[in-house]
C-alpha cells in the first residue's frame, strides 16, 4: 500500500522513531489538512451564493460532521495494525470500528434523508394564502422523515450491537428463551409503536396538517410542528398545546382549513321586533364591501330565532384565513353595534311593562257600554 511505503520511507529519516508514531503523526497530519480543505470550501460556497448555491451551501453544512467521522475513523483503521498492542486488544479495536462503520453508514443515511427533504421542503411556498397543496406535502414529508429516522437509527443501533459476537449470542438467547419478556417489552412500547404508526396513518390521510386552523379540547389554535410522536398546536394566546399523535385519530376535531384556507365567520345579535332588518341588512354589506379582510365571496344576514322579547340575527360574513376572518367578525360586530346605536336605537333589545285594569275598572267599563246601547 501506498501508506506503508510512506511509513517506510519516513523510518529510513527518522529511524529511532517507531512505526506507530511515524503513523500517527502522518494521519495527523492528513486530517488537519482534510478538515481545513473542507473549511475553505464551506467559505468560498458562503462567498459565492450565486455559483455554488444555496443547496451545495446545505450539503457541505450537513456533511461537516460526517465526512470528519469518517476520515477519523479511516485513520484509525489505517493505524490500529501497526500499534504495538495484544492480538486480543487489536481485535476488539476491529470490532468496534467495525461497529463504529456501521454507525458511519447509518448516519449517511440520515444525512442523505434529511438532505433531500430539506431541498424538496424549500421548493414548497407555505407563505402564500393559498397553500393547501403546499402544506399537504410539507406535513407528509416531514411526519414520514421522521418515522424514517427511526426506522434508520433502529436498524444501525440492531447492526452495530450485532458486530461482537458476545452480544449477538446473548440477543440470540434472549428471543429464543424469554417468549415473556418480549411480550411484556411489546406491551410498554405500546405507546410508541401506536404513536409511530399514527403518524404514517397522518401522514397518509392527513386529518391535520401543518398550519391547520384547528379546535382541540375547546382551544383554538394552529398546527405548529408535527414530531414522530407528539403535535403542538399553537394557540391564539401564544400558549403550546401538547398532544400526542394518537389523539388525532381517535377523539374528534374541528378542522378549519381541511379542503380550503378560507373561512366563514358568524356575528351573532339579539335586537327588538320591530329592528328594521333590511336596513341593517345593508349596512353589513356596506361595511363588509368596505373592508380589506372581506374575500367577496359570502355575506349574508338572516333571523335566526325569535323569544318573547327579542330576534336573534346572524350575520355570516367570509375571509381568506381564520385569523382574517376573526378580526373581519369583530369589524363587523363593532360597526353594526355603533350604526343601531346611532341611527335605530329602538331596535336595541328592550322591556315592555303593560298594567292591566282592575276589576271594578272593568265592571264600570261594561256598564258603560250597555248603557250606552240602551240609550241607542
Known amino acids: 500500500m501506498n501508506f506503508s511505503r510512506w511509513i517506510s520511507a519516513i523510518h529510513g529519516v527518522v529511524p529511532w522513531a517507531p512505526a506507530w508514531l511515524i503513523a500517527a503523526g502522518v494521519l495527523a497530519g492528513v486530517l488537519i489538512l482534510a478538515f481545513a480543505m473542507q473549511d475553505i470550501l464551506m467559505r468560498v460556497a458562503a462567498r459565492h451564493v450565486a455559483r455554488a448555491g444555496v443547496f451545495l ?48 453508514i447509518g448516519w449517511i443515511a440520515l444525512v442523505a434523508a434529511h438532505v433531500a427533504t430539506d431541498s424538496y421542503l424549500g421548493r414548497l411556498k407555505l407563505d402564500v394564502s393559498d397553500n393547501l397543496l403546499a402544506r399537504k406535502a410539507a406535513t407528509q414529508v416531514r411526519v414520514l422523515r421522521r418515522a424514517l429516522d427511526t426506522v434508520i437509527l433502529l436498524l444501525t443501533a440492531g447492526f452495530a450491537l450485532m458486530t461482537f459476537e458476545s452480544v449477538r449470542q446473548f440477543g440470540i438467547s434472549i428471543f429464543a428463551s424469554a417468549g415473556a419478556a418480549g411480550i411484556v417489552l411489546g406491551l410498554a412500547a405500546t405507546p410508541v409503536l401506536s404513536n409511530l404508526i399514527a403518524g404514517v396513518q397522518i401522514a397518509i390521510t392527513q386529518p391535520i396538517r401543518l398550519e391547520d386552523a384547528v ?95 327579542t330576534i336573534e340575527v346572524r350575520a355570516l360574513v367570509s375571509a381568506a384565513n381564520s385569523p382574517s376572518a376573526w378580526d373581519l367578525r369583530c369589524e363587523v360586530r363593532e360597526k353594526l353595534l355603533a350604526f343601531i346605536q346611532a341611527e335605530l336605537p329602538f331596535a336595541l333589545p328592550r322591556r315592555r311593562n303593560e298594567t292591566l285594569p282592575s276589576q271594578p275598572e272593568l265592571v264600570r267599563d261594561a256598564l258603560t257600554q250597555r248603557r250606552g246601547a240602551h240609550a241607542v
Open 57 to 104: 451551501q446545505m450539503i457541505f453544512r450537513r456533511t461537516r460532521g460526517v465526512v470528519r467521522f469518517g476520515l477519523v475513523l479511516l485513520a484509525v483503521s489505517a493505524l490500529t495494525p501497526l500499534l504495538p498492542l495484544p492480538a486480543t486488544t487489536i481485535s476488539g479495536m476491529q470490532s468496534c470500528l467495525v461497529a463504529a462503520f456501521v454507525v458511519l
Open 215 to 309: 379546535v382541540v379540547e375547546g382551544e383554538w389554535g394552529w398546527v405548529e410542528e408535527l414530531t414522530a410522536t407528539y403535535v403542538v398546536v399553537r394557540l391564539w394566546d401564544r400558549r403550546r398545546l401538547i398532544l400526542p399523535l394518537s389523539y388525532f385519530l381517535q377523539k374528534p376535531f374541528q378542522n378549519w382549513t381541511r379542503t380550503s384556507a378560507s373561512v366563514i365567520g358568524t356575528v351573532m345579535l339579539h335586537l327588538d321586533h320591530t329592528a328594521p332588518i333590511a336596513r341593517i341588512r345593508a349596512k353589513l354589506e356596506e361595511i363588509v364591501r368596505g373592508s380589506k379582510l372581506w374575500d367577496k365571496d359570502v355575506v349574508n344576514l338572516q333571523v335566526t330565532d325569535t323569544t318573547e322579547r
